[in-house]
């Protein structure tokens, strides 16, 4: 990944975040509504990936307690996966929240990526067509 990507908290009103919505975050119809009526939340942060000026990454992650983070969306557009920007994007999560656990629920096409990063994960069953899904929790004790 370019030495340029900054991980940059937003707020619903910055010029980033209208750049998630318009390109490649909001897509998914059956996800869109709900991902938006997160974003704008009391006690949900937003993180933007930027490279080069671009978005390439995104995450919301709630603001409810102090001792645990859940991660609400974390979402690294094609061109950047593979490639460390939700490892940065957690990173940062982590670096500003300081739980002592993080939780999230994800698909089976992006568990070996939170077990790489630590996480360890249960089996949910399938939430989309042919796509299970699992609770993943990292501890940061």
Known sequence: MNSML????????DSEYNEIVKNHFFRNPVYSEALKNICISP??????????????????ADDATADVCSLMSLSVAPDYRKKGVAH???????????????VAECLEDSLGFFEKYGF??????????GKNAYYATYRNI
Do not use: H
Not at 6 to 13: D, M, P, R, V, W
Not at 43 to 60: E, M, T
Not at 120 to 129: M, R, T
């Open 88 to 102: 940065a994007i957690l990173d940062r999560v982590l670096e500003d929240r300081k739980p002592k656990a993080m």
């Open 6 to 13: 900054e991980i940059k908290k937003i707020l619903t009103s």
């Open 43 to 60: 006690g949900v942060s937003l993180y933007a990936a930027i490279n080069n000026g671009k978005v390439c990454g995104f995450a919301a």
């Open 120 to 129: 360890y994960a249960i089996p949910l069953g399938e939430k989309q067509p």
